[in-house]
């Protein structure tokens, strides 16, 4: 028997803990298996398909599932609904202006509002749009708009067993190659996320923005940025990158978002609200164009969608969100998770990232093909276990080819355990780890799933499924 250790201990120090207490509480369900067969049969085996009533811990995203803070409430009883103008919509635009340093903002009721609008004014048909891996929403949409996606990502990326401390980095030789072959008029913009969702929440480092701005500054080409997880990404910065230990995250975040052109963002992650978003440029043509459009689609542009409350509660969660110590207990608890799981020798992306645990569910179950939707079956299995709700990062998220209407097969078969914000305890973590221990110990059984119903867009929010027999 060894004696159990303190998170703190482990990492052979102190122990620390979360900069917040808890003033309201929500009751969750609790629920027996046969109820969970039902719930997940009538589902179609999609996690996205369950009622959350019948949910327990809800890993589904990370996306409009904080809690927000007193001060955040309490800002919502400050919103200013007037159709035009709303004071709101000015603290919002300084709060942006200040922590993430653009000039010119257009809000969005979340982040795929505003990767329509980027997407719609910055490329022009046939153009290409080179990124570090795709993001479901922000690829769909740049292809909408007539763009082509090439990934640029480094090749360790596509490897869950390469531990590089910044993973979600572009190659630069993988830019030079598509000037060489297209011209640099070819190219939209670079699409650079940071973190990199789909690889797992991981980091790009400053040396790799840097270089980009560089590069882009050579080929005359712009550099757009997805902020939705930047903040976390500042703090692997300060973590991990030589000569940022003593910045702060804001100073970090804020001198990044410096070498780029513009950026989209989905709030409803990195700024701690249930939803919101925005796109925000230095150029003033650009903006004008987001800011024409934007009242077809979304809004008048002092709104895009939003109620002014949700503009107040953003401001205030953009603040909240730079802090140290709250990033640092954000980021420790999916890394506690993290650790738990490599104890027992549980297959998945390395190094922990951000925002979830992404389980590799090609490691976990050999005896599927990617045909049998590995990750989708490891999904549905943990529901089954105890409720937990994770979601599919696989075959199924990646769609499919639109020239040639075949699967797209991504390297990368994950399950993805996502951390809310400030909502669920380390007692809570204990759980899921124990689960995903008991999945993993009986995963020889496991025969995977049919597709039995694929809608047109964005499949994995809405296909259903079948258990092989
Ligand atoms: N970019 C990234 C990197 C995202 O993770 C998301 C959403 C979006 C853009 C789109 O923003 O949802 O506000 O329209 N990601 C969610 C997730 C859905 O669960 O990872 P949105």
């Given at each position: ?46 996690t996205f ?8 811990i809800d890993l589904l995203t990370d996306s ?68 570090n891996m795709y993001f479901t ?16 990502i480094?090749?360790v990326a596509h490897d869950p067993q390469d531990r590089s401390p910044f993973k979600g ?24 996320a940071a973190t990199v969702n789909m690889a797992g929440g991981q980091p790009v ?23 939705t997880r930047?903040?976390e990404n500042?703090?692997f ?32 992650k ?60 954000r980021i420790?608890q999916v890394r506690y998770l993290g650790m738990l799981l490599e104890?027992w020798g549980i297959p998945m992306m390395e190094p922990v990232g951000g925002h979830a645990i992404f389980l590799d569910a090609r490691r976990f179950y050999?005896?599927l093909?990617q045909?049998?939707f590995p990750a989708q079956t490891l999904a549905a299995e943990l529901y089954?276990?105890?409720?937990i709700r994770a979601m599919e990062r696989g075959i199924v998220s990646a ?11 991504p390297k990368l078969e994950l399950t993805r355990l996502t951390i809310p ?8 973590m204990?759980?899921v780890a124990?689960s995903v221990k008991?999945v993993f110990?009986?995963r ?16 994995f ?9």
């Open positions: 028997m060894t004696t159990p250790k303190t998170f703190g201990q482990q990492l052979g120090r102190r122990s620390w803990a979360e900069p917040w207490k808890i003033k309201m509480v929500e009751p969750l369900t609790m629920t027996e298996r046969p109820q969970r067969e039902a719930a997940l049969t009538a589902a179609g085996y999609n398909l369950l009622r959350s009533r019948d949910v327990y409009g599932t904080s809690a927000m803070s007193d001060r955040q409430w309490a800002g919502m009883m400050l919103g200013d609904e007037a159709y035009a103008g709303s004071e709101n919509y000015y603290h919002l635009e300084a709060a942006v202006q200040q922590y993430y340093g653009y000039k010119y903002l257009v809000p969005t009721h979340q982040g795929r509002g505003a990767e329509h609008l980027i997407s719609r004014s910055a490329i022009k048909p046939g153009q290409y749009v080179p990124g929403t922000t690829r769909l949409h740049q292809e909408m708009a007539g763009g082509i996606f090439v990934d640029v480094g090749d980095d572009i190659d630069i030789s993988k830019l030079d190659a598509l000037v060489a072959k297209e011209g640099a008029a070819k190219i939209a913009y670079i699409s650079l480092s400053m040396a790799n923005v840097k270089a980009l701005r560089a590069w882009c500054d050579t080929h005359g080409v712009k550099l757009y940025l997805d902020a930047a903040v500042a703090y910065i300060q973590e991990r990158e030589e000569g940022y230990a003593d910045w702060g995250v804001a100073d970090i975040l804020r001198d990044f978002c410096g070498y780029t052109d513009g950026a989209w963002m989905s709030a409803k990195d700024s701690l609200v249930n939803i919101g978003g925005w796109v925000a440029v230095n150029e003033w043509e650009l903006f004008e164009e987001m800011r024409n459009l934007v009242v077809v689609f979304e809004g008048l542009h002092t709104y895009g969608g939003l109620a002014g409350r949700d503009m107040e509660a953003m401001a205030i969660g953009i603040k909240e969100s730079v802090q140290d110590a709250y990033i640092r207990a420790g104890e050999p005896q093909t045909d049998d089954l276990d105890s409720g769609g499919r080819d639109p020239k040639t209407g075949d699967h797209h097969r914000r400030r909502v669920y305890t380390q007692a809570h204990d759980v124990e008991a110990d009986a020889e059984r496991v025969r995977g799933l049919t597709m039995t119903y694929e809608p047109k867009y964005l499949r929010f809405q296909a259903r499924f079948e258990p092989k027999a």
